[in-house]
């Protein structure tokens, strides 16, 4: 290789190490500070039927048209074992995430075939898209990403057994077990799982395998079908199609729909560095939304037709791969538009929705695996690829920053609504959830067995004297802040939330401090949510808020006199801030 092709290699390989380790290290960094601490969403339903019904009906039982059987033991357990620990469900599920992808990256790395340059390109694209933060409305929160990544788990698992398949008998049944499986896998960890199945059997052919394998493919198929079928559902049945459509109108819908599904990410990250952010009213008006998915889908039929027709993906793992990203995306948003084309009628926004993005982005993924693979045997195409997957990075970064600041921000409302819960103040702000009867209903039984944000049995605290609670020992510190009253836009029976921001010399402020009344009776419980300085500067931009304080107290009194204190170690701060008496005017 002449020495100008050899600096060239060499750079594009250093690129792509320092791009894959800069997005495998700041998304890990913005995943582990962003994660869901509490109760969210869907879970407060899940936890319904979890806490009221036996381990084996929580998990075979059906939520909105999903088998959860697999990932539902990972909270069940953390529910038995460590009180609703949200921390141990979130780093199960990084577990997991990273289990399948190094399952992605295996037969890459096992090939052979493939040069240094190529195999650096794969990762990067592989590592960036698992880490991207434009995915993280799944991945921030522990059970989601448990069923992601569970269903990722079996897909990465299938990828690596399926090329074997056509081995000796011997070996041949020990590994058809095992595909079915991670089939299996799939499918009873989300509803999108059972997309593996179609994903595996066109993968078969491509590979020319023996009908014995394909047979015994479509029966685990045939299997899994019927198995989910007869599982119990919990809930009323979903309006899968529109009432008074016709078939032709119909379709055109549904390919409406699946384009624009398939191109948010291509939105998301031309927005991002626009400076926008995605509306609702941007997803209904923007043609790029439309294109940019037609595009992409047009470019994988005309491949897959390619591939269908020639059967020749034998040996070839970047394309494996790819492809088999590609159809299994295409199937499990398949999946999503027919059993949302109600949903999507009455709420357009939702087409985009983050929520999607943790499915779509891995067929541009899969999309520039097939690319790299195209280039390996077709010389023109190998800098056109390299130059497109070392772009891919470059322009997803700006969404990738701003996705890891906006769930910093949730992650701080979202525990100052659990204070108000251990308070017994229900969500003013609806950021748990939108079900406020859910939450009432559940809250009790978590309170009661000392579960999520009840754990630490700080609820117990309050309308207990100080005397009772802590060691007559005082923090001696300096405990410096400011606080005041806030109205709550329900006015929950005279309750009220506490606002203001802590500072404590060079030490970080206490995270639990108590609100006490004149005659140190505890009427509520605050929180500090610390940022450090240097992790806001490098990964928030400067827009969080170092030390902010938010507390509740449940029954306020405008004539009493109200103080803060730092708790730690069973020990109360000598010093205190005292409370500003007046409501502010609405």
């Not at 290789?1 to 890990?28: D, F, N």
């Not at 626009?274 to 939304?289: E, I, M, N, P």
């Not at 170690?569 to 801030?577: C, T, W």
Request: glycine content about 8%; charged content about 15%; overall charge positive.
């Amino acid at each position: 290789m002449p020495k100008g092709g050899t600096i060239a290699e060499r750079t594009v390989q250093l690129c792509a190490i320092l791009l894959a380790t800069i997005y495998l290290i700041s998304g890990l960094t913005y995943l582990c500070l962003d994660y869901w601490s509490v109760t969210q969403q869907d879970f407060w339903r899940i936890y319904d039927i979890c806490l009221n019904n036996s381990w084996l009906h929580s998990a075979i039982y059906k939520f909105n048209g999903h088998s959860l059987f697999f990932p539902s033991f990972v909270w069940l357990a953390d529910l038995r074992f460590f009180h609703g620990n949200q921390a141990v469900i979130f780093y199960a599920s990084l577990a997991l995430l990273i289990a399948s992808t190094g399952l992605l990256l295996l037969p890459l790395w096992r090939d052979a075939t493939l040069d240094s340059t190529t195999r650096l390109l794969g990762m990067l694209v592989i590592i960036g898209v698992a880490f991207w933060m434009v995915r993280a409305s799944i991945t921030v929160s522990g059970g989601f990403n448990c069923m992601a990544s569970f269903v990722m788990l079996g897909l990465a698992w299938a990828f690596c057994l399926l090329p074997a398949m056509d081995t000796a008998a011997s070996s041949w049944w020990a590994k058809s077990c095992l595909l079915i499986c991670a089939g299996y896998i799939a499918s009873f960890s989300f509803g999108t799982g059972l997309a593996i199945w179609p994903c595996l059997l066109f993968l078969g052919w491509c590979l020319r395998l023996p009908w014995r394998s394909l047979g015994v493919t479509a029966a685990g198929a045939m299997t899994a079908g019927l198995i989910f079928h007869f599982l119990p559902p919990k809930g009323g049945d979903l309006a899968l199609l529109p009432t008074g459509s016709a078939f032709g109108p119909l379709i055109l819908e549904a390919l409406n729909d699946f384009c624009r599904l398939m191109g948010a990410p291509i939105l998301y990250c031309t927005t991002a560095w626009q400076g926008k952010q995605v509306t609702v009213d941007l997803t209904k008006s923007s043609s790029l939304l439309l294109f940019s998915g037609a595009a992409g889908l047009i470019v994988a039929a005309i491949v897959a037709v390619t591939y269908f027709c020639r059967r020749n993906l034998r040996g070839r793992t970047l394309e494996i791969t790819g492809l088999g990203l590609i159809t299994f995306n295409v199937a499990a948003l398949l999946l999503v538009v027919a059993g949302r084309l109600v949903y999507f009628r009455d709420e357009p926004g939702q087409i985009a929705a983050p929520r999607y993005l943790f499915w779509s982005s891995l067929f541009w993924a899969g999309l520039l695996l097939l690319a790299l693979g195209q280039a390996t045997r077709q010389r023109w195409l190998r800098w056109p690829s390299v130059l497109l997957v070392l772009l891919a990075p470059v322009l997803g970064w700006q969404i990738h920053r701003e996705e890891g600041i906006h769930w910093r921000y949730s992650k701080l409302l979202t525990e100052e609504s659990a204070t108000g819960l251990i308070n017994g103040v229900y969500d003013p702000d609806q950021m748990l959830s939108r079900e406020m009867p859910q939450i009432k209903l559940l809250t009790p039984q978590l309170r009661s067995r000392r579960l999520d944000m009840f754990a630490a049995g700080f609820q117990e605290w309050i309308g207990q004297p100080i005397e009772k609670l802590f060691d007559r020992d005082r923090l001696k510190n300096r405990f410096l802040g400011d606080a005041r009253i806030e109205p709550l836009p329900d006015n929950q029976d005279g309750a009220v939330r506490v606002v203001g921001h802590l500072r404590r010399g060079n030490r970080p402020p206490p995270p639990v401090m108590v609100i006490l009344d004149s005659q140190g009776v505890v009427v509520g419980i605050a929180r500090s949510f610390v940022t450090s300085r240097w992790l806001d500067a490098f990964l928030f931009d400067n827009r969080i808020s170092h030390a902010p304080l938010r507390g509740y107290i449940r029954r306020y009194d405008p004539a009493a006199r109200y103080a803060i204190r730092s708790v730690e170690n069973r020990r109360l701060s000598d010093g205190e801030i005292e409370i500003s008496r007046s409501l502010p005017k609405n």
